[in-house]
């Protein structure tokens, strides 16, 4: 329990003063008495402050029904407020001196109660109009809903966004949420939040730095796709260019050039806003209805050759840059599987993409090469293929770069660093589970894992030997499985296969487990 301290007064019969604080406050002596001028004083500024504000309250009263004030007549209430503010100030000069006079008192008491009357003169108050004053009627306000608070981020937003490189920056969902209209409910605004993230321009991110969080960042934060997002950030609409300028004519003679054939886009005089508003709507399209509605020409001008050893490789790339404009990676936006590009860019293929400059946008079939990288990695990702197949499809369209180029030479460093040597398959004993011999043989596919088997492999050829001479089963095995998933980093290529490896043996060996609780023992101790 505490200790007392002096002159505290318990209830528990304790004498909380020490012999030593008595002792003090024997030789401090008796409190000194308050100064009979100092509260006459206080309560003469209290007084006059009581009499102002009664004076202001009544002034306000008649005013209620005055639609004009004349410029220049000073406010009552700041009068009143500085004067007595200056009474207070007075008695403090008074009180450390302690040379207050008569004649102080008496100006003190004398004082005017408000300043000489300015020489301005006003405007003769109107009298109050028996009818009401027919006034504008304001616009009314939608009622709150979802629909309405979508429009009042995308404004509020626009309002307080600051500007980066000449255009609006990201935006703390905090000072967004302070900036709303009060009649709408953290539901609705959450919910239009929601909403707004499902559209190609609104991206809602988290803080990469989670330790700057304050507890008002984190309290306005919004729940998207299993993470917190504390910051939102609306894509500026592309300007409209500007259109092509007419070519002057020249009295010198120029050579003309033959007309060349029309082709399926459309006429030779199309305009650089309707090529750019082409470009948009394909962009919107998904990718598999991009790739059906391509024009026969386009997919003839790209044979495909088959080479001896069965697979199938397009024609050489020129080069080129593609019109296509580069699709935005929605990696911790949404789901790689919901998403057309979505993969972790700090990987080797997204640093290959990184350090090849422009070659990047170099035209691969009427797509970007990063375009066409990205799918391929979202698709490993999302488990619409095989890392082992990603990879041989890299190799093919690195075989088709320009010698010499930049996107090749850091493709063939993004192979190094994904690919691993064909190894024997591992020798798994007999009367092994089946889920965990699919498991191992589905493991030695993925090139990460013949690379380095010593995180997922190694442990569970270790669990299969124990499973088979007996020292191991039951629960123990779905432990030991659990924890071969996770062992990688994220932007591994290959992690997102091995753990959905890893958590598919896991549902088969505890659904064995359900249907027989001594499915998971060896044979030998059942």
């Given at each position: 329990m505490p200790q007392p301290y002096p002159g505290q007064h318990w209830k528990h019969g304790w004498i909380p003063l020490t012999p030593a604080a008595a002792l003090n406050k024997a030789k401090k002596g008796p409190r000194p008495k308050k100064n009979p001028r100092v509260t006459a004083a206080a309560a003469e500024a209290g007084d006059i402050l009581r009499r102002m504000r009664q004076q202001d309250a009544a002034r306000i009263r008649r005013r209620q029904s005055i639609t004009h004030i004349a410029p220049g007549v000073p406010r009552r209430s700041d009068t009143s407020t500085r004067q007595a503010d200056q009474a207070l100030r007075s008695a403090a000069r008074r009180t450390p001196t302690r040379r207050a006079t008569t004649q102080t008192t008496a100006q003190a008491q004398t004082r005017p109660s408000r300043p000489a009357t300015p020489t301005t003169p006003q405007a003769p108050a109107r009298p109050a109009a028996t009818a009401a004053t027919p006034t504008t009627p304001e616009t009314p306000r939608r009622p709150p809903s979802v629909e309405r608070a979508?429009?009042?981020?995308?404004?509020?937003?626009?309002?307080?966004?600051?500007?980066?490189?000449?255009?609006?920056?990201?935006?703390?969902?905090?000072?967004?949420?302070?900036?709303?209209?009060?009649?709408?409910?953290?539901?609705?605004?959450?919910?239009?939040?929601?909403?707004?993230?499902?559209r190609p321009d609104v991206f809602l991110t988290p803080l990469s730095n989670q330790k700057v969080l304050t507890r008002r960042d984190r309290e306005a934060a919004v729940r998207i796709g299993g993470s917190d997002a504390h910051m939102i950030e609306f894509e500026p609409e592309e300007p409209t260019p500007t259109p092509r300028r007419a070519p002057t004519p020249s009295a010198t003679p120029t050579p003309t050039r033959q007309p060349e054939a029309p082709t399926q886009a459309g006429p030779q005089n199309v305009s650089r806003q309707a090529d750019d508003a082409i470009r948009r709507a394909a962009r919107r399209q998904p990718a598999t209805q991009r790739r059906a509605e391509q024009p026969a020409q386009r997919r003839q001008e790209t044979p495909i050759t088959t080479t001896p050893s069965g697979t199938t490789s397009g024609a050489p790339v020129s080069g080129r840059p593609s019109d296509t404009p580069i699709a935005p990676n929605r990696w911790g936006v949404g789901s790689a599987a919901g998403n057309e590009i979505a993969y972790h860019d700090d990987g080797a293929i997204g640093t290959a993409i990184k350090r090849m400059g422009q070659d990047a946008r170099m035209d691969i079939d009427g797509e970007p090469l990063a375009n066409v990288l990205g799918r391929l990695a979202t698709d490993a990702v999302a488990g619409r293929r095989t890392t082992q197949e990603m990879l041989d499809e890299i190799k093919r369209l690195r075989d088709r770069l320009p010698?010499?180029?930049?996107?090749?030479?850091?493709?063939?460093?993004?192979?190094?660093?994904?690919?691993?040597?064909?190894?024997?398959?591992?020798?798994?004993?007999?009367?092994?589970?089946?889920?965990?011999?699919?498991?191992?043989?589905?493991?030695?596919q993925v090139p990460a894992v013949r690379r380095d088997p010593s995180l997922e492999l190694e442990p569970l050829m270790r669990l299969i030997d124990d499973f088979a001479a007996g020292r191991t089963?039951?629960?123990?095995?779905?432990?030991?499985?659990?924890?071969?998933?996770?062992?990688?980093?994220?932007?591994?290529?290959?992690?997102?296969?091995?753990?959905?490896?890893?958590?598919?043996?896991?549902?088969?060996?505890?659904?064995?487990?359900?249907?027989?609780?001594?499915?998971?023992?060896?044979?030998?101790?059942?």
């Open positions: 979508m429009d009042d981020i995308r404004e509020t937003y626009y309002q307080i966004a600051p500007t980066v490189a000449g255009r609006p920056g990201r935006v703390f969902l905090s000072d967004l949420r302070e900036r709303l209209p009060r009649d709408l409910s953290r539901q609705q605004v959450d919910e239009a939040l929601a909403r707004l993230n499902l010698a010499g180029s930049a996107a090749r030479r850091e493709l063939d460093g993004a192979i190094l660093q994904m690919d691993a040597p064909n190894t024997p398959p591992p020798q798994i004993p007999p009367g092994t589970l089946a889920p965990l011999r699919q498991l191992a043989e589905a493991l030695h089963g039951g629960r123990r095995i779905l432990n030991q499985v659990r924890a071969l998933a996770n062992k990688r980093h994220e932007s591994l290529e290959g992690k997102a296969e091995i753990d959905r490896l890893v958590m598919n043996a896991l549902r088969q060996l505890e659904q064995m487990q359900q249907a027989d609780r001594r499915a998971l023992y060896p044979p030998t101790s059942r």
